[in-house]
């Protein structure tokens, strides 16, 4: 007779590869049937109400169901739970009890990875988002130089956004990127670094940064920082060759074959550099965690994945590894006083602990105050409109803390999130990426 199953985990979770290959991912009724089984754990357990509106959602469907039970909601209703998910994987890797090596087995992100697969599948996608997550086709458009003037301007001018949200269902009020014609590709044209490259314990002492779609067209100022301050530590920055967007935003929407598309580009490449003796970055939290969880997990048996993946490092990360071989240059000229810092989600889901934080406590007269909530954004999911109300509720406790802090700087590793905190503090100041507050304290 087998024992009672066990209350929580006391391993750390560990990750199953998608098996988006297998012809039953696609199948309804296993989908439904698994989503009434994960459902009704999460209803008996109820742990993860705080961290997005996925639970209260499930919750509240139970709570006004005949049964007062997960048996009592209207399958229908499944998806509503599934369109408040945006991936953030903070209720697998901070919360759940559940997950494996628990029997129970339960990966509620990647659940709601296959039922936003299923319903892509069955054509169950709207126009805006389609156009949302091709995120290097509006890149390329809104990057020209007259066209970026135009749409930054039309992003800006109320009538505009109105008619956007008739239109697209682009809520009025959601800050959108500003687009760049002069990218960071442009800027870095031609560079050619001075450093020589030291490698120290992990670290081989030169990187390559995979721009992303967000750094290059729409805010390369960070990117100019980053190999400023890299090659202030003697570390030597290429920009990878060629990019298309790391699939994270096509991961969201279910559309796992572009997903695979953006991986045949640029795997290649970035192997490629690996084979070279290159270390790879990225300033997006959600372009590492893509190369270094999604894209192995989605392809365990292709090498050249698992090489990149063993290579990719979290910019902060990269630093205080080299720090730890003593081959980080400490002597900063400029204190930042106080900073609120906000770590995002899919940067603490690397499970590398808080690096942006030590590395900014490295800084004399430095004082860091960090806020570990999600901020709500995602990407795509804070510019709906059906969702950015949502999403401001989210990311209210995050400008409470920042308001609180009274800090002299306020910002994230996800350039995204810290607009969005911009957004709900409307007291005119912008945030500051931690890697140009870095430079700002090396006075480079």
């Known amino acids: 007779m087998a024992g009672p199953a066990r209350e929580g985990n006391l391993e750390a979770p560990t990750r199953h590869p998608l098996d988006w290959l297998n012809p039953e991912f696609f199948n309804e009724k296993s989908l439904f049937d698994e989503m009434e089984r994960v459902f009704d754990i999460c209803h008996g357990c109820r742990r993860c109400v705080s961290l997005c509106e996925s639970f209260p959602t499930l919750f509240d469907l139970v709570d006004e169901s ?62 805006r988002d389609r156009i949302l997550t091709s995120t290097d086709t509006v890149g390329n458009l809104a990057g020209i130089p007259v066209v970026a003037q135009v749409v930054n301007a039309a992003n800006k001018f109320a009538p505009a956004r109105k008619a956007l949200e008739v239109v697209l269902g682009v809520h009025a009020d959601a800050k959108l990127p500003e687009y760049q014609s002069n990218t960071l590709r442009k800027r870095l044209a031609g560079h050619d670094s001075k450093a020589v490259a030291e490698p120290a314990g992990r670290t081989t002492g030169k990187i390559a940064l995979f721009a992303t779609c967000y750094t290059n067209r729409n805010e390369p ?66 372009c590492v965690l893509m190369f270094k969880q999604e894209l192995p997990l989605m392809f365990p048996n292709d090498p050249d994945v698992q090489k990149v993946k063993a290579a990719f490092f979290d910019p902060f990360e990269y630093l205080i590894l080299r720090h730890k071989e003593g081959k980080l240059n400490t002597d900063f000229k400029q204190p930042l006083g106080k900073v609120a810092y906000h770590a995002a989600c899919h940067q603490r889901v690397q499970n590398i602990g808080p690096k942006t934080r030590e590395m900014l406590s490295l800084i004399p007269g430095t004082e860091v105050d960090i806020i570990e909530r999600c901020s709500g954004h995602d990407g795509t999911y804070a510019v709906k409109k059906e969702f950015h109300a949502a999403s401001m509720k989210i990311v209210k406790p995050v400008v409470e803390r920042v308001k609180k802090a009274e800090a002299a700087h306020y910002g994230s590793d996800c350039a995204m999130a810290g607009h969005h905190i911009e957004n709900g503090l409307r007291d005119g100041r912008a945030p500051s990426h931690p890697i140009s507050l870095i430079r700002k304290a090396y006075a480079i």
């Open 221 to 286: 100022g960070p990117g100019e920082d980053l190999v400023a301050v890299y090659e202030h530590n003697g570390i030597p920055v290429i920009l990878a060759e060629k990019e298309r967007c790391c699939g994270m935003p096509k991961l969201e929407l279910g559309d796992l074959e572009a997903v695979k598309a953006a991986k045949e580009f640029n795997i290649p490449v970035l192997a490629k550099l690996v084979d070279e003796g290159w270390d790879l970055t990225a300033l997006v939290p959600s």
């Open 66 to 127: 005949p049964t007062l039970e997960v048996d009592g909601i209207n399958k229908a209703d499944y998806m509503k739970v599934v369109d408040h998910c945006y991936l953030c994987d903070l209720c697998y890797m901070t919360k759940c009890p559940y997950t494996p090596p628990h029997e129970w087995n339960l990966d509620f992100p990647h659940l709601m990875l296959r039922a936003k697969s299923f319903k892509f599948k069955n054509g169950d996608v709207k126009t």
